[in-house]
């Protein structure tokens, strides 16, 4: 199964795509039964909850086949391969159990940032950037409107950064995140099954939880198999590990 071309060019100009009903009903289920049965016999301990919201809820699930089936058994790998490159990523050995609860605070706006960013907290070491190629969120319920915990994007903001690293450099992301003019931001809605495919320097955030669910997500990062030695590259040349993306990337080129 590949992207079509209208997709791979909504990728490209956009920096996302989304996947309608692309994770079969059962697969969804068996994804959200473990996590249930997670939070209903573990808990969450309250102390633990800053680390669940940066990292993952449910830790012990994250590497189980009910999680990592999302990606290996559906049709999200064979589509990330169809434009990064048959054989060219990484095992995912892993994802990120995302739950947004509701929240009592008013909602705010979401801001931008990008992922794997750690600032230096002891003034003596810069930072570091943990980069990679893509993004895969999975929906697991229902987002049917704003302010429901959801994922939220800059439209064409990858190539926004992509020029503002052309002059400023890579590492200047440790310095916080790119000044630069924002489009307007756009809060994905989504029915349980649907799929997004992001480039990784695409700028996005979280929106605000005012509804009355939890939003259950899962996110799968994807490194290229020479991301290690691409790291820095792949931020000045956005499609430099996209093999599947390169005639639209020149198609994109004025002649």
């Given at each position: ?126 930072g570091t950037i943990d980069n990679f190629t893509a993004l895969i969120g999975v929906f697991l319920n229902d987002i049917p409107g704003p302010y429901s915990g959801n994922f939220t994007v800059w439209r064409g903001t990858h ?97």
């Open positions: 199964m590949e992207l079509t071309m209208a997709q791979k060019r909504a990728l490209y100009h956009d920096g996302l795509v989304k996947l309608p009903g692309i994770v079969p009903e059962e697969t969804v289920n068996a994804a959200l039964w473990a996590i249930n049965s997670s939070l209903g016999s573990l808990g969450i301990h309250p102390e633990r909850l800053p680390a669940y919201r940066t990292r993952s809820y449910c830790p012990e699930l994250q590497s189980s086949s009910w999680i990592t089936d999302v990606l290996t058994t559906t049709p999200l790998w064979e589509l990330a391969e169809s434009a990064v490159g048959r054989g060219k990523l990484k095992p995912v050995p892993s994802g990120q159990i995302a739950l947004r609860f509701p929240s009592m605070d008013p909602p705010r706006d979401p801001t931008p940032h990008l992922d794997g960013v750690t600032m230096s907290t002891n003034g003596t070491s810069p190539h926004t950064y992509q020029e503002y690293f052309r002059q400023k450099g890579p590492d200047s992301l440790l310095h916080g995140m790119p000044d630069v003019e924002l489009p307007e931001s756009e809060q994905v809605t989504a029915r349980a099954g649907d799929a997004i495919l992001v480039h990784y320097q695409l700028g996005h955030g979280i929106a605000s939880n005012a509804s009355p669910n939890i939003r259950y997500a899962l996110f799968f990062r994807l490194q290229h198999v020479d991301h290690d030695e691409l790291h820095w590259e792949c931020m000045t040349d956005i499609w430099r590990e996209w093999d599947g993306m390169r005639e639209i990337a020149y198609e994109a080129v004025p002649s």
